[in-house]
């Protein structure tokens, strides 16, 4: 890690290389599921989805190599935010980036860092409902086992994590950590032992 977290950081929880290989993994189910769609949009949630973003879809690109599977992508961003400090807020912002009329009667693949509470997919599917897109799949890297969630479940999920607050591949703390490589939890974060966070 770099000097300058070694303070607030624990032990890794998800190391990158164990990330990798789950990335490609999730990759191969994805194209097996589209491939035989003639278009995929994939819209990246910043900022968090950033990573995870590049990451999957440099995979699928190298899958894409492989006919069977072919899959044409295009690509599209939007930003959404909800947390200051380690706290989601009710409101969920949507700042869309570009024009989602793109998503208009096609298959779209939405690519979130992690699924916490729920509060920002579930809002998210709410707002692309009036592009009328032809099919929503949801892709998150994490999903946090909380007391706080909403019930919402993506389709395809890397990994299910314990009640932390975690950092590092593009998920961050108030801007921090988002340059680690591998997922680390974060010391002293009141939310460890909070209300929220008895395992379900
Ligand atoms: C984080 C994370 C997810 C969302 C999950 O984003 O990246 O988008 O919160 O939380 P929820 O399931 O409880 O709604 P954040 O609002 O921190 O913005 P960021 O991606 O720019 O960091
Ligand atoms: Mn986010
Ligand atoms: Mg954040």
Redesign the pocket.
């Known amino acids: 890690i770099p000097k300058h977290y070694e303070d607030d950081l624990e032990d890794i929880m998800i190391p990158s290389g164990l990330i990798d290989d789950r990335v490609e993994r999730l990759a191969r189910n994805i194209c097996q599921d589209f491939g035989h769609a003639d278009h995929l949009v994939a819209l990246c949630?910043?900022?968090?989805?950033y990573k995870f973003f590049a990451d999957l879809l440099d995979k699928i690109k190298q899958l894409n190599r492989n006919i069977e599977h072919s899959v044409p992508i295009s690509i599209d961003f939007i930003?959404?935010?909800?947390?200051v400090d380690d706290q989601?807020s009710d409101e969920?912002q949507i700042l869309g980036v570009d024009n989602l009329d793109n998503i208009t009667g096609k298959n779209v693949l939405i690519v979130?860092?992690?699924?916490?509470?729920?509060?920002?997919?579930e809002?998210l599917l709410k707002h692309l409902e009036q592009y009328k897109p032809k099919r929503v799949r949801v892709t998150s890297l994490l999903v946090?086992r909380t007391k706080?969630s909403t019930g919402?479940r993506p389709d395809y999920i890397g990994f299910e994590i314990p009640c932390r607050f975690v950092v590092g591949y593009?998920?961050?703390y108030n801007?921090h950590f988002?340059d680690l490589g591998g997922v680390r939890g974060t010391r002293d974060r009141e939310q460890d032992g909070g209300d929220s966070c008895h395992l379900i």
């Open positions: 949630v910043l900022k968090g989805g930003r959404v935010k909800s947390y989601t969920v979130e860092d992690i699924v916490d509470t729920g509060k920002t997919m809002r946090k706080g919402y593009a998920l961050d801007e988002r």
